[in-house]
């Protein structure tokens, strides 16, 4: 009867959402957004991995992990959000090695980025940082303080209260 219609329209309206979760999440996973750690560490690395500094001093070719951890998760990318001058980036840090040693790479990006876009990478190699990529702008200058005039006060600069 009716009560049964109302049943069957409720099973396939939660089948139907269930349907979509399960799209709309294995569409994350096979296609990261931009800003996914993943996109953001894959990038960075490549960056990494042509730039002749970071070649000198590890070798080729280059692997990549995140930090060790308590956990025993040695993929677990450094991630973590922060606000530079009312902007807010993200920042991920990993380790690299090749035939010739070891370092880190840290990368900030804005938390709202198109692929491609990073504000700096940096390569930590025997307590140096080396810029791979250095795109923050430097800070503007300094206002110029006003001249103030020497001498002693005259009537029109000094004021009274009573």
Same mark, same amino acid.
């Given at each position: 009867?009716?009560?049964?219609?109302?049943? #069957?329209?409720?099973?396939?309206?939660?089948?139907?959402?269930?349907?979509?979760?399960?799209?709309?999440? /294995?569409?994350?996973?096979?296609?990261?957004?931009? *800003?996914?750690?993943?996109?953001?560490?894959?990038?960075?690395?490549?960056?990494?991995?042509?730039?002749?500094?970071?070649?000198?001093? !590890?070798? *080729?070719?280059?692997?990549?992990?995140?930090?060790?951890?308590?956990?025993?998760?040695?993929?677990?990318?450094?991630?973590?959000?922060?606000?530079? %001058?009312?902007? +807010?980036?993200?920042?991920?840090?990993?380790?690299?090695?090749?035939?010739?040693?070891?370092?880190?790479? /840290?990368?900030?990006?804005?938390?709202?980025?198109?692929?491609?876009?990073?504000?700096?990478?940096?390569?930590?190699?025997?307590?140096?940082?080396?810029?791979? !990529? %250095?795109?923050?702008?430097? +800070?503007?200058?300094?206002?110029?303080?006003?001249?103030?005039? #020497?001498?002693?006060?005259?009537?029109?600069?000094?004021?009274?209260?009573?």
């Amino acid at each position: 009867g009716a009560a049964q219609k109302g049943v #069957s329209a409720i099973v396939i309206a939660f089948g139907a959402v269930a349907f979509g979760a399960c799209v709309w999440g /294995v569409s994350q996973a096979l296609f990261p957004s931009a *800003s996914s750690t993943q996109a953001i560490f894959t990038e960075a690395l490549d960056k990494a991995s042509i730039d002749a500094t970071v070649g000198a001093a !590890l070798g *080729s070719p280059l692997k990549a992990w995140g930090a060790g951890g308590s956990s025993g998760r040695r993929n677990a990318i450094e991630r973590w959000e922060l606000d530079e %001058d009312g902007v +807010p980036v993200t920042v991920i840090r990993f380790n690299v090695a090749g035939p010739q040693g070891t370092g880190r790479v /840290v990368a900030q990006v804005p938390q709202k980025r198109k692929r491609g876009e990073f504000r700096y990478i940096l390569f930590e190699h025997r307590r140096k940082l080396v810029p791979i !990529l %250095d795109n923050r702008t430097a +800070p503007p200058p300094a206002e110029p303080v006003p001249a103030v005039a #020497s001498g002693p006060p005259t009537a029109s600069t000094v004021t009274t209260t009573m």
